[in-house]
């Protein structure tokens, strides 16, 4: 039987979270810290995934009831509803075998779940043959994580796909290859998993309340983000490190941030960064820190300190890929 692998990249946001599921643009980076999955078809009537990252093991489900189900743990219902969605909209039928792995624990925000559904969708089609250009993938995968979970912007799955540092506008309208210098940058974890889907929940009912107010703040959000783009292209890192501080109060505003995301900016920022944000959601996962390459050591130590851990990853990483011997 042949196996098809493929490998896609995680992510981390550096400017415009929240404020993008509702329109405006961000820029997120895919990181070298990568997913695999492994496809195998069989002639069998049945779906089967190893993930131990996650601990799935010997999950086996029904190739006819793959999509909606709730019962599902979350690693296998991103595997699930990607090959539902995959063999409806192409009108295939077969057995499988998948297998998942991570270079890095689904703990860290990096957008595991939106990795795992690009590595399958893309793996099926070189399986089965389906030609998806990167849009077609990408909509496919976007379907796939709001069947899921209901929310979300789609900005990690384009990092998965197209790697690189992007300008993303919901939902994929815009999709902008940034041409920048290596960003140096220094990358803590508070050790505490933040729940995604719950905190843009909670930012949607705050802009319920306070419409005007949540509206203003996130076009504020857009313009930091539109400067911070300039700033990124002419490698003007303090500029940089002052717009992270912004957004930073912004997010604040939006009241994502925490104690220990807070902590761990300040500690950064007293070593001598140029600036620092949370990344991402919010709630806990990692903050990133803008920094002068002489004292990533110093503000390497300032983030243990505090109580966090420094994340050794590189930016700008490749996208999807073929990692099949074929
Ligand atoms: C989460 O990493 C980033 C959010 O903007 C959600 C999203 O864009 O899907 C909060």
Known sequence: MEKVEISAPGKLMLFGEHAVVYGSPCIVTAVDQRIRVSVIADSGQSLEIE?????????????????????????????????????????????????????????????????????????????????????????????TVLDVQGVGSGFDLAAAIWGGTLWFIGGGKTVLPLKIEEVPIVVGYTGIKADTSALVRQVAGTKKEHPEAITKIFEAIALGVQEAKNALEKGNWPRVGELMNINQGLLEALGVNTRE??????????????????????????MIAL??????????????????????????????????NR
């Open 51 to 143: 993930a131990p990252d996650v601990g799935l093991s010997g999950c086996l489900l029904e190739i006819d009831s793959l999509k909606n189900n709730n019962d599902l743990p979350k690693g296998a219902r991103f595997v699930a509803t990607a090959v539902g969605n995959f063999f409806d909209g192409f009108g295939i039928r077969s057995g499988l075998k998948i297998k998942t792995q991570s270079d890095f624990s689904s703990e860290f925000g990096f957008g595991s779940s939106s990795a795992v559904t690009v590595g399958v969708i893309k793996a099926l089609s070189e399986l089965f043959d389906v030609k998806l250009k990167d849009q077609e993938l990408f909509n496919l995968s976007y379907k």
């Open 261 to 286: 995301l807070s902590s761990l900016i300040h500690a950064c920022r007293e070593a001598g960064a140029f600036g620092a944000k949370l990344s991402g959601a919010g709630g806990g996962d990692c």
């Open 291 to 324: 920094i002068d390459n002489q004292i990533k050591v110093k503000v390497g130590e300032a983030i243990t300190d505090a109580g966090g851990r420094v994340l050794r990853v590189k930016l700008g990483a490749e996208g999807v890929r073929d990692e099949s």
